[in-house]
Nanobody, 125 residues
């Protein structure tokens, strides 16, 4: 499967932004999906994940209440709605797809089999 992330940009603190990730290839609904980010000089970190049906969602503590992950299987797309953005949210955001869901490994990059190219989010103070 190929993943194409988009929607990044330059925003001010407090603004909102929605990232999209479109998948092509095998059936989108057979994958659980995740968003990760990597800030300059820092390691990649887990942001959010969603199960195949979209019923279960998982979030990193630092985005709970501000970010929402969702998916539209008819459009082969996963979204990351980001509200109340902070300068520390500045990063390259990556979407990822995984084949076999093991809940305990959801925050680990190694649990995902396919990665998109990333989209840059810059939040100014």
């Amino acid at each position: 499967v190929q993943l194409q992330a988009s929607g990044g940009g330059l925003v001010q603190a407090g603004d909102s932004l929605t990232l999209s990730c479109v998948a092509s290839g095998r059936t989108f609904s057979s994958y659980y999906m995740g968003w990760f980010r990597q800030a300059p000089g820092k390691e990649r970190e887990f942001v959010a994940s969603i199960t195949r049906s979209g019923i279960r969602k998982y979030y990193a503590d630092f985005v709970k209440g501000r970010f929402t992950i969702s998916r539209d299987n008819a459009k082969n797309t996963v979204y990351l709605q980001m509200n109340s953005l902070k300068p520390e949210d500045t990063a390259v955001y990556y979407c990822a797809a995984g084949n076999r869901l093991i809940v305990s490994t959801i925050p680990e990059g190694s649990a995902y089999d396919y990665w998109g190219q990333g989209t840059v989010v810059t939040v100014s103070s």
